[in-house]
């Protein structure tokens, strides 16, 4: 997924604010879902991002267009891990791990077999 | 009401990237329900802008502390106009007009005399 | 120019907020300069939103892709005026003109020829 | 420091969107600088994030007020570690330990021995 650079996504530094490459990688997340015309819920369910972790290696700027990378990593009973990239041409400014759970009215929900060969099959093709 | 600007607010030509100032004056317009104690909710309807008139007059940057004021302009069966003005210190950086209706399932309700008073109570004092 | 829209662009409502509706118009506006290979830049004056009116006619929600159009209303020696449509198919759900200045050190600067015709050799196309 | 929840900050889930916690963390640490008078600047270097690890444990809501806590963890030739958490009421809704460098010209420079004593000063005050 490519994802151009535009003034909203900048600050004063004059580099994309932190939190945005967060917005990048949901905004990939998202739109595997909306490739194949669905939302990203399932069965009334919604994604929640429960952990992080970030690593910000280099930054991009106004004007330049990034590649997202979407993996799935680890699937379990009640979560799953999703590793994403941020490259700039060849180089990797930005990398995560990011671990979701299914949530119900405020509660994280079991990830049966059939939710999990959805997301194995969203995520892996 | 007091905003600081901070670095997610400013772009890369480092000043506030201009549709922050929206957002100031929409978190100038909730707090006057907040301070009551109340959502910006009546009777289970919500505001959605309508129509806008913006006028930028100068940038504020980062580390600047604005002042937001809001003040009713007008009030009508559907609709009602509220003016704020961004100031900092004693200039004005931004001023709008924003006609504001009230909205159920996606619907422009009436203002009925209750709803009227209670925003003329709200924003008047 | 189409954009998507994804989770950072709804609030609680469930649609877009208000305010996003400008981001979408200036990142097409930005994109004219990038599909020219240049930075919405003219030597060394950045542009900057002096005016806006804006009209919310409808709502897009999350999923929905919107299509932003644009298009220069008129050209002055000082400052010129864009007029964006943001439909959903058929569907106009937000308008605005949106008056432009190129400023340097913070001053508006006048267009030169040379300006104006980059300026409308980009709209214009 | 107090934040409160408006609606720009929350996503169609209802609920403050993800990236949303950091920046409030961000914020936070400016306020630090700010509340001395000083900018989130030290001769001319830049703060950047560099890692973060993020534990998302619950949801802050529209018109919620959160507080973010600050805590300098450690501190080395290169980089510093802050620890933030965000709390509504006395329920933790986000931790994040957040790895810092101080950027010029796009390169990390060395924590002199006034700048670790400026830094120590600001944080652990």
Redesign the interface.
């Known amino acids: 997924m490519q994802i151009?650079v535009?003034?909203?996504d900048?600050?004063?530094?004059?580099?994309v604010?932190?939190?945005?490459y967060?917005?990048f990688c949901?905004?990939a997340r998202?739109?595997f879902f909306?490739q194949k015309g669905m939302?990203p819920v399932i069965e009334n369910k919604?994604f929640?991002?429960?952990?992080?972790?970030?690593?910000?290696k280099a930054?991009a700027?106004?004007?330049d267009v990034v590649e997202v990378t979407t993996k799935l990593l680890e699937m379990k009973k009640a979560s799953f891990t999703i590793y994403h990239e941020i490259k700039k041409e060849d180089r990797v400014l930005f990398s995560s791990e990011v671990l979701l759970v299914l949530v119900k009215d405020?509660k994280a929900q079991k990830l049966t077999e059939t939710i999990q060969q959805t997301l194995n099959s969203l995520f892996q093709a």
């Open positions: 151009r535009y003034y909203e900048t600050d004063a530094g004059g580099i604010y932190h939190s945005n967060l917005n949901e905004r998202s739109e909306f939302l919604h929640v991002v429960r952990k992080m972790n970030c690593d910000f930054s700027k106004f004007g405020g």
